[in-house]
Structures are given as structure tokens and as C-alpha cells.
């Protein structure tokens, strides 16, 4: 007796159908995926040329927009340079020392540049940046051979005055506030009101004194007398410089270098300044040189758009660094 079996016909034809449905599948799913890597490949292409084209116009308007002020194509006419320093003095801004001193060089270097006025309107700022550029003007005015002149609109004050003592002569209107030869530090104390409040502050430093401008806790008297020395210290240096850039023209009092201020009529009867006039008179009469040609290099809105088009790249290339295989 022979084991039972199926009948071949009918079992050859049960396999089959599953099979041909099986590979159906699998081809469906194959272009699928296909269709969906081609899809995200185009977007990624789109989303890059997108991304050039901005930061060729970008590019364009810095190339186009960039200002220099009124330069005429040939700069070797005899003209008077004109540099402004206006708003605060820090990095970073329009008056930092990093734009005010790449516009002095430009400036020094053209052969028609027979004087320089620096344009001040500035409450102050920086010490740092105020003396970078204290330094650079007379290091430009030996190598030059040529004059530069302060001229003074509403307000030449502390580290402005820093720069302007370094001029070989300083111009103000009778109006104009000029002075306050001091330092400061400022900041807030809230210990007091924390008590009151019932506020504990939680501050863990490495170091003794590492906290010791937090607004949150006690000074002591030893952090107290730390930072004024280094006031001091800044304030002495201050002090050479206008001795130094105003020499036996200053007439010393004790008001002098206490940080106050004055009106430019005072400032000039007390040495501080040399006499009352505006840009336009010293161009024509001091230095001989009506035209006047601005050099004051700015970082305008392209520059801006640019720098923060460049951030935004940058953190994009580092998030898809990170999340590609084998980089967490």
C-alpha cells in the first residue's frame, strides 16, 4: 500500500499564485521607494539652489551697497578726508575700532588726502577700543606726514575725548558738551531685597572672588577696593593720554579729570579744546581742501543679511553633521 498524496496538478497551481503576488508586491513597493527617494532628492536640490540664490543676492547687494560715503572715482585730488564717530564706541558697532581704523588707513593711503577730521558725536564707550584707536592715530600721523583734527558736533565725552586728545587739534561749537575724563562700573545689588522676599541665592563658583559682580550677592570690602584700583589704573591711563595729546595747551584744575563736563566755549578757555568752528571751516581754512570725501566704512543692512545668512548656514551644516550616521 502506497502513502496518500495530493494530486500534483493542484498543488503546483496553489504555489504559484502566491508567489506571482509576492513578487507584484515587492516591485510595487521597490518603485514606491524609488519614486519617494527621486521626490526628496529634487526638494534637497531645490532647497539648495534656493538657499545660493539668496546668498548670491546677498552678496550682490553688499557688492552694490556697500558705503563709503561720497569717495569721487579719483581719489588723488587734493580733498579732506572725513571720518565719523558717532553713537556708542564698542565692538561690534559702527564706532568700534576695528571700522574706525580700517576707514583711517584708507584714508592715509589715498595721495589726494591732505588732512584728516575725524566727525565726532559720541557719549563714549570702551576704553579698550577708544585706546586702540588713540594709538593708530599717532602711529598713521608719523607715517603719513599727514594732520588730523577732531571737530566736535553735539557731544565729545570720555572715551570719545579719548580719541580726539590724540588729534592735533580739536574743533567744537560753543554748544557742544565736551569732557568727562573718569571710569565707571555700573551694575545692580539685590541682596537687600532678597531677604525681604525671603529669596535664597544659590551660587557655587570655582574660585573665591569668581562671583563677585553678581547683582545677587554681597561685595565685599576687598572686592570693593579690587575694582577700584583697576578703575584707577584705567583712569591714569586716561589721564597720559590727555596730558600727552593736549600737552601745554590743557589748563589744569581740579575739575579737570574729576569726569565732569562742559559746553565747547568752556572746553576751549580751559584747554580742553582749541577753538569754535565747524567741519566746513576747517577743510577750507585749516587744511586747505573743500572737498570733503567720506571714508567712514559702515556695516549697513546687506552686510548684516549676509553675516546672518552665514549663522544660519553655519548652524544647519553642524545639525546635519549630527545627524548623519556615526556623528551624535
Not at 548670491?56 to 552694490?64: D, E, K, Q, R, Y
Not at 587734493?78 to 588707513?105: D, F, Y
Not at 545689588?189 to 554681597?218: C, H, I, Q
Request: aromatic residues 8%; glycine residues 8%.
Amino acid at each position: 500500500m502506497t502513502d496518500p498524496q495530493f494530486p500534483s496538478g493542484p498543488t503546483q497551481d496553489m504555489d504559484a499564485t502566491p508567489t506571482n503576488a509576492a513578487t507584484w508586491e515587492r516591485a510595487t513597493l521597490e518603485r514606491l521607494a524609488m519614486a519617494t527617494l527621486v521626490e526628496q532628492r529634487q526638494a534637497r536640490r531645490w532647497r539648495n539652489a534656493i538657499r545660493i540664490a539668496w546668498l548670491v543676492f546677498i552678496v550682490a547687494l553688499v557688492w552694490f551697497g556697500w558705503e563709503r560715503g561720497g569717495a569721487p572715482a579719483d581719489v588723488s585730488k587734493p580733498h579732506t578726508a572725513v571720518i565719523e564717530i558717532k553713537g556708542e564706541i564698542a565692538s561690534g558697532g559702527e564706532a568700534s575700532a576695528e571700522l574706525v581704523l580700517s576707514s583711517m588707513r584708507s584714508a592715509f593711503e589715498d595721495e589726494g588726502t591732505k588732512g584728516l577730521v575725524l566727525l565726532i558725536n559720541s557719549p563714549g564707550g570702551s576704553p579698550v577700543q577708544a585706546g586702540m584707536i588713540n594709538d593708530e592715530i599717532h602711529r598713521l600721523k608719523a607715517k603719513y606726514n599727514k594732520p588730523v583734527y577732531a571737530v566736535v558736533e553735539e557731544t565729545c565725552a570720555s572715551a570719545a575725548y579719548y580719541i580726539a586728545v590724540a588729534t592735533d587739534k580739536i574743533y567744537v561749537d560753543k554748544a557742544s558738551i565736551v569732557g568727562s575724563i573718569g571710569v565707571l562700573m555700573d551694575g545692580f545689588g539685590f541682596t537687600g531685597l532678597m531677604d525681604k522676599l525671603g529669596v535664597e541665592r544659590r551660587l557655587m563658583t570655582a574660585g573665591e572672588n569668581k562671583g563677585f559682580l553678581d547683582p545677587f550677592s554681597p561685595q565685599t570690602d576687598k572686592q570693593r577696593a579690587f575694582a577700584q584700583t583697576m578703575l584707577d589704573q584705567i583712569h591714569q591711563q586716561f589721564i597720559a593720554a590727555v596730558k600727552t595729546g593736549r600737552g601745554a595747551r590743557l589748563k589744569e584744575t581740579p575739575e579737570t579729570f574729576s569726569g565732569l563736563f562742559w559746553t565747547g566755549q568752556q572746553a576751549v578757555e580751559m584747554g580742553l579744546a582749541d577753538q569754535l568752528a565747524s567741519l566746513d571751516y576747517v577743510a577750507r581754512e585749516v587744511i586747505k581742501a573743500e572737498e570733503l570725501v567720506d571714508y567712514t566704512r559702515r556695516d549697513n543692512v546687506a552686510e548684516r543679511l549676509v553675516k546672518r545668512f552665514g549663522a544660519a548656514m553655519g548652524e544647519a551644516s553642524v545639525r546635519a553633521l549630527k545627524t548623519a550616521p556615526g556623528l551624535r
